[in-house]
């Protein structure tokens, strides 16, 4: 039997627990959760089953929305000098393709950029924000006390979690942690542990893929044309100091992806081979591209879930933990990368003691209904994929795909599409209907100059993760005093003195911007009296009760 030993017995000054927030999972989500909690001042340790940084990157893209994330974090550059920006994507891989460069942002275009570099990238932002990543540690139990679980959503009152964790020795630890992120994939322990229920469909399709240190380039154009995807892993001139993929290293790889009618029924967990990968090369488009030096090859299926909740009590999800599906345009890893920005700020400020009622759970208000529409569109684009395969549908399916092509020439039509792929257009509700438009939607990173600042664009304004007041009157020579008095921890107020005109701007006169950049608060009201109560007001709601009150 595996000794247990109770690390809160070693941990003398650390009573309450060994970390305020344990987070099950090292992947993208995982990693850029825990960075983003330690931001906000809270301890983590990120708990990972495997004894090394994942060597295959299933992932290939960052996405405009994910872009943004990056950039609001002063983190933009390091990604960009790693991946080759591409500025249409695709949509069920049509003809027609999305055209991510007439969207609203200064990153329009997807990032090809393999998901070990991410990770790798990830990771190096975590620890230099001192987030301990225990690697070859697997979670084995995991316990809400009363005030956990029993509490139920809402709650924040006395309680944590146990979780049991097997080291690389064998022995089994029980860490104690206020909260628990579950960001460990699918097949979730996290998940199963607390009873989440995760309802969906089985795979009943599936892909293969491969990554390749030799191929044709000159059949390449061939595999396209005949809807296989081949796409390179690291552009030609990037600065790569090493090829070595335990630290993100891809050593020049292509990445070929292919569904073939004859093998697409294949359950995902039998092996795949060369020989039969180079089989379907054949079967579809008359050439094997001259794949040789296969790094990794895998089978990835349609099997579409999403959490029933993504909280009980204490424990939270995130990602693939939360939501699976088709990897159709690359959209997973993204919308594990916005759960984590959405969810980091507001665990963050229920362990820091001044989250309104109700923060915490609009982490599953907000991120849910994406996750449903994620696995929705898909569904879609998986069906208008397989139709074609099937030969009593292949016609209809070739026109239904034609249709629908031609519509994405329509420019409203495909900026639609394109900014549902590219999470650009994500907005959540606001409670209020009387709320300004801009209220729930992402901030545009529009230019600026600020008073007391050297930003030039409201991006570089949110890096240190606070609330960010933007006075766009500057009427009020006491908003400064007032927030800096009252919230000044949590939010950084800034008079601006000039910005780039934008019709959804006109009239404005300030802008609470959320730490994940959607808008909070807008307001037009010019008197400025009613508009210090509505400042007080939407302060409050969002970044809790003032300092002394």
Not at 123 to 130: G, K, P, S
Not at 490 to 507: C, E, I, K, N
């Amino acid at each position: 039997m595996n000794a247990v030993r109770d690390l809160a017995a070693d941990a003398g000054t650390r009573p309450d627990s060994d970390a305020e927030v344990i987070v099950v999972g090292a992947g993208p989500t995982g990693l850029l959760l825990g960075a983003e909690l330690a931001l906000a001042g809270v301890r983590v340790q990120i708990i990972e089953r495997r004894a090394a940084a994942q060597r295959n990157s299933r992932a290939l893209t960052l996405h405009p929305r994910s872009i943004e994330l990056m950039d609001q974090r002063g983190l933009v550059e390091r990604f960009l000098a790693r991946g080759r920006p591409i500025p249409g994507w695709h949509f069920a891989g049509l003809d027609t393709p999305l055209d991510f460069s007439a969207l609203d942002t200064r990153h329009g275009y997807t990032l090809l950029l393999a998901q070990a570099r991410t990770e790798q990238l990830l990771e190096e932002r975590a620890r230099e924000l001192d987030v301990a990543i225990r690697r070859g540690h697997e979670v084995v139990g995991l316990r809400q006390d009363a005030g956990g679980d029993a509490a139920g959503e809402g709650s924040s009152g006395a309680g944590g979690v146990e979780v049991d964790v097997r080291g690389p020795d064998g022995v089994v630890e029980t860490v104690r942690a206020r909260y628990v992120v579950g960001c460990d994939g699918g097949r979730s322990v996290v998940r199963r542990a607390v009873g989440i229920g995760f309802p969906g469909t089985d795979e009943t399709l599936s892909g293969a893929l491969g990554d390749f240190a030799t191929v044709d380039p000159a059949a390449l154009d061939r595999a396209r044309a005949h809807g296989v995807l081949a796409a390179p892993l690291e552009p030609e001139d990037a600065d790569t100091d090493t090829d070595d993929p335990a630290v993100g290293g891809t050593g020049g790889l292509t990445r070929i992806v292919l569904l073939d009618p004859q093998r697409m029924r294949t359950p995902t967990a039998e092996p795949l081979t060369l020989d039969e990968f180079r089989a379907s090369l054949l079967r579809i488009c008359g050439t094997d591209c001259g794949v040789a030096g296969a790094r990794w090859l895998s089978r990835f299926g349609n099997a579409t879930r999403l959490a029933a909740r993504y909280r009980s009590g204490r424990v939270l999800l995130a990602g693939d933990a939360a939501h699976i599906h088709f990897p159709a345009a690359g959209q997973g890893l993204n919308t594990g990368l916005q759960d984590a920005m959405n969810l980091g700020w507001k665990l963050a400020a229920e362990i820091n003691g001044w989250a309104p009622t109700g923060l915490l759970d609009s982490y599953h208000a907000e991120r849910h209904p994406v996750g449903q529409a994620v696995t929705e569109n898909t569904e879609v684009q998986t069906l208008l994929a397989e139709l074609t395969l099937l030969p009593s549908y292949q016609r209809p399916a070739a026109a239904l795909r034609n249709l629908i092509a031609g519509l994405l020439g329509i420019e409203e039509v495909n900026r639609r599409l394109a900014g549902l792929v590219s999470a650009l257009d994500t907005s959540y509700p606001p409670a209020d209907d009387r709320a300004h438009p801009l209220v729930g939607r992402r901030m545009p990173d529009v230019a600026l100059t600020a008073a007391g600042s050297a930003a030039v664009r409201v991006y570089e304004l949110l890096p240190h993760g606070r609330f960010v007041l933007l006075d766009l009157a500057g009427d009020d020579d006491a908003m400064k005093r007032a927030v800096d008095t009252g919230w000044g921890r949590r939010v950084a107020a800034f008079t601006v003195t000039g910005h780039d005109s934008r019709t959804d701007l006109d009239g404005v006169r300030e802008i609470l911007v959320r730490p994940d950049g959607h808008v909070a608060w807008a307001t037009r009201t010019t008197a400025v009296q009613t508009r210090r109560a509505e400042r007080a007001h939407a302060l409050t709601g969002w970044a809790g009760l003032p300092v002394g009150a």
